[in-house]
């Protein structure tokens, strides 16, 4: 039984990591100098998000997804992969 068992572990093991559910997520910091809130759409690995910009804050917001995903603005689109530095000023991004 000990012989069967060592042959079946390593099969055991990869079927828990195939069955296991990916989560990814892409995470941004950032600065934000204007004095209002920024909600925009975002587009993470096909599916569509909400991304919050505090007020006059800096701080670390997740986008849900795999990356890179693409922020909606209203002066256009912006591509932010895991981990970009971005700061935000009169409505646009500008990545660090």
């Known amino acids: 039984m000990s012989r069967l068992l060592k042959l079946l572990t390593p099969l055991l093991a990869l079927a828990a990591l195939h069955s296991a559910p990916a989560q990814a997520a892409v995470s941004v910091q950032y600065y934000n100098r ?16 909400s991304v919050r910009f505090d007020a006059n804050a800096s701080g670390t917001t997740t986008i849900p997804g795999e990356g890179p995903c693409r922020v ?4 256009g689109e912006v591509r932010l992969g895991q ?14």
């Open 72 to 75: 909606k603005t209203p002066h």
């Open 34 to 49: 204007d004095s209002q809130i920024h909600i925009w759409e975002a587009w993470c690995g096909g599916s569509r998000y």
């Open 83 to 96: 981990g970009a530095h971005i700061e935000i000023k009169d409505g646009k991004i500008r990545i660090q």
